[in-house]
Structures are given as structure tokens and as C-alpha cells.
């Protein structure tokens, strides 16, 4: 499922980036491939705009959870800016790519289409 959401956010006029090591784009792909039978159910983008449209789309999301803990059977949806990494100061979360359109997916086990269905529709509402 995280795969198939990577493939369509990659393609998404609204999204700047995806970091997800299942995705031919990623810088290390190729090891990935080669030490993994599968990828995992995490991963990251950045949306185009700004920390006003990040947010909008995470209080868009209604399959998706805001909430910190990655992991669990349901998908949950974080802004690491905002949340796990708020007490770095600015520069250092920038220098470390957690810039305030990053936001990151932890993919659960709800119907693939549906959440593909949710991160469009709030996708839409965020701008």
C-alpha cells in the first residue's frame, strides 16, 4: 500500500517531493532493492507551498490520523517540523531536510484506494 501512495504522490502536481526507498527516484533505491524483499509502510514528502499548506492537508486528512506515533495498523499522518522534531532549532531541522513541508505517513491496513481517495481530497483542500 505505502508504495502504491508513494507512485501517486510522486505524480501529484501538488507535491514537491517523495522519499520512499521503494521508488525508482530514490537516491538509494538500488541498495534498498537489493537488502529488502519489500519496503516498508513509512514514508515521507514534501508538499509545494508552505508550513500554512502542510497543515491544511494534515487537518484535511480523514482516514489518516495526526498523531506522532509511527507504526501501528492504522494510517497515521505527522509533520515532523511541527511535532517529533519542534525542539530542534530551525537551522539544524533544516540542514537536516525536515524542512516545514515535510510530512511524514505511517501507511496502516485500511483499503489502499481509500487513503489514496483521502490524500487527494485534502491534497485539493490545502491550497
Do not use: C, W
Not at 527516484?25 to 509502510?41: I, N, V
Not at 537536516?96 to 481509500?114: M, N
Amino acid at each position: 500500500s505505502a508504495l502504491r501512495i508513494a507512485h501517486y504522490l510522486e505524480q501529484h502536481p501538488r507535491v514537491q517531493s517523495v522519499l520512499y526507498p521503494g521508488l525508482p527516484s530514490h537516491p538509494q533505491h538500488a541498495l534498498a532493492k537489493a537488502q529488502m524483499d519489500g519496503f516498508s509502510g513509512m514514508l515521507s514528502f514534501y508538499v509545494k507551498g508552505d508550513l500554512a499548506n502542510a497543515a491544511a492537508l494534515m487537518q484535511s486528512t480523514q482516514l489518516f490520523s495526526l498523531a506522532e506515533s509511527l507504526g501501528g495498523v492504522e494510517s497515521l499522518i505527522e509533520h515532523p517540523a511541527l511535532m517529533t522534531h519542534a525542539s530542534l532549532p530551525t537551522d539544524v531541522r533544516k540542514s537536516l531536510g525536515i524542512e516545514d513541508t515535510l510530512i511524514r505517513l505511517s501507511v496502516g491496513i485500511e483499503d489502499v484506494e481509500d487513503l489514496i481517495e483521502d490524500l487527494d481530497q485534502a491534497l485539493a483542500l490545502s491550497y
